[in-house]
């Protein structure tokens, strides 16, 4: 081997000085982006978004529902023209993906949803406000974002409830859907050995978190106030709705009858947000919604509930395939995406994937971690043999080897 030779195998890299962009270079999945975010984090804020409810096993089931999955490629079909492009409601999508409504999102990276639905809105994603929001309806808008949908709680309040439904629809929001498995809050433990306070609080351990991590607090502590912009301020809580008294604002005696009323208050697209079982999800075309989203919130509701992606071809079989279908809980990478569309849903939905990028590198890392799952996405399509969504969802079960 010649000198000439031995100095190119030995060329370094260019050294990449700027930390956001040498960071996300570093991120491979999700994963990497999801330890970069706990470093940078403190742990009150990192479990918040981490963690689920009472022991943890939905959390870990809902992982382990798409881990146990083995697929059977179909060989020789040409993948050079594959494309994950799909559409619901009339409306295009560069991939069946959804980003979710997440709550108290400018605690996680001063410029919250904004940045969230910068992202999505670039990389052709829908993105779903959450009641819950630091950023209000009307102010996402300057996102430009062309196609933001609204997720709203049913709260004892209704005039506050169905003022929210109004405001969606007046913004020119697309898609609306209501979450119905929240009539309690469920028990985060986590976030009670923590003693988490929203917005974070200074206290001892505070004051020795801003030393462990600066770059956070100096963030934080130059941002605006972190309050629930789409509530304001509501009799009987003195002031802005807090983590500290959101409880109280569930209502947990709504009935169909209000998802009814909601029906005819909203005129667009209305989907049905929960644990939901072939025979509610009758009930719920019933009472006129156009979908359902197939969701355990993510393991931080009810502990040692059934996994969405478990009930995803029951509830295809009880609604027929007009009916929108989604599924979120669980979702880490491309080729989850991929099982959830064999198996019957029309669309995945995450949250604490783009939660992570966030936390790791603000806007940026929102983007690398949709990059990345599209990226997977289609590979995983290619490598299958399918050339669309569409082909994917027909080909069904049988990419699946059996007993998987």
């Known amino acids: 081997?010649?000198?000439?030779?031995?100095?190119?195998?030995?060329?370094?890299?260019?050294?990449?000085?700027?930390?956001?962009?040498?960071?996300?270079?570093?991120?491979?999945?999700?994963?990497?982006?999801?330890?970069?975010?706990?470093?940078?984090?403190?742990?009150?804020?990192?479990?918040?978004?981490?963690?689920?409810?009472?022991?943890?096993?939905?959390?870990?089931?809902?992982?382990?529902?798409?881990?146990?999955?083995?697929?059977?490629?179909?060989?020789?079909?040409?993948?050079?023209?594959?494309?994950?492009?799909?559409?619901?409601?009339?409306?295009?999508?560069?991939?069946?993906?959804?980003?979710?409504?997440?709550?108290?999102?400018?605690?996680?990276?001063?410029?919250?949803?904004?940045?969230?639905?910068?992202?999505?809105?670039?990389?052709?994603?829908?993105?779903?406000?959450?009641?819950?929001?630091?950023?209000?309806?009307?102010?996402?808008?300057?996102?430009?974002?062309?196609?933001?949908?609204?997720?709203?709680?049913?709260?004892?309040?209704?005039?506050?409830?169905?003022?929210?439904?109004?405001?969606?629809?007046?913004?020119?929001?697309?898609?609306?859907?209501?979450?119905?498995?929240?009539?309690?809050?469920?028990n985060r433990v986590r976030d009670a050995?923590?003693?988490?306070?929203?917005?974070?609080?200074?206290?001892?351990?505070?004051?020795?978190?801003?030393?462990?991590?600066?770059?956070?607090w100096i963030q934080m502590l130059g941002s605006p106030a972190i309050t629930l912009a789409n509530t304001g301020e509501i009799p009987g809580t003195d002031g802005d709705l807090t983590v500290q008294n959101l409880a109280s604002q569930f209502d947990p005696g709504i009935t169909w009858t209000d998802v009814e009323k909601i029906r005819g208050l909203w005129r667009g697209p209305l989907l049905l947000k929960g644990v939901i079982g072939p025979e509610d999800a009758r009930r719920a075309l019933d009472a006129g919604v156009d979908g359902l989203h197939l969701s355990n919130h993510g393991g931080r509701q009810l502990d040692r509930v059934v996994t969405p992606l478990d009930t995803v071809a029951a509830v295809r079989g009880a609604v027929g395939e007009q009916c929108c279908l989604l599924v979120d809980s669980g979702i880490r990478h491309g080729s989850d995406v991929a099982a959830a569309i064999a198996l019957g849903a029309d669309g995945a939905v995450v949250g604490r994937p783009y939660l992570y990028g966030l936390m790791a590198a603000g806007e940026p890392g929102v983007e690398h971690v949709l990059g990345l799952l599209q990226a997977q996405l289609l590979r995983t399509m290619q490598l299958l043999g399918v050339a669309s969504v569409q082909e994917l969802r027909q080909a069904g079960a049988t990419l699946f080897w059996a007993g998987s």
């Not at 999700?30 to 939905?58: H, I, N, T």
């Not at 050995?193 to 956070?216: E, F, K, M, W």
């Open 1 to 186: 081997m010649k000198l000439r030779d031995v100095r190119e195998l030995l060329r370094l890299r260019p050294l990449e000085l700027n930390r956001t962009r040498r960071l996300l270079a570093a991120c491979h999945d999700v994963e990497d982006l999801r330890r970069a975010a706990r470093r940078r984090l403190p742990r009150p804020v990192f479990d918040y978004v981490d963690g689920g409810a009472d022991q943890e096993c939905s959390l870990a089931d809902n992982l382990q529902a798409f881990a146990r999955r083995r697929y059977l490629p179909r060989i020789l079909r040409g993948a050079a023209d594959t494309t994950t492009t799909t559409q619901w409601f009339g409306r295009s999508a560069a991939a069946p993906i959804i980003l979710g409504p997440t709550g108290y999102t400018r605690m996680m990276h001063r410029d919250g949803e904004l940045a969230v639905a910068r992202a999505a809105g670039r990389h052709r994603l829908p993105y779903v406000l959450s009641t819950v929001s630091t950023t209000s309806i009307e102010d996402l808008l300057a996102s430009g974002h062309p196609d933001l949908w609204f997720q709203l709680y049913i709260w004892r309040n209704r005039r506050l409830t169905f003022g929210l439904v109004e405001r969606a629809a007046a913004a020119g929001y697309q898609v609306l859907e209501i979450t119905v498995d929240t009539v309690v809050p469920g």
């Open 193 to 216: 050995r923590n003693g988490l306070a929203i917005p974070p609080q200074l206290s001892l351990r505070t004051l020795l978190d801003i030393a462990l991590r600066p770059a956070y």
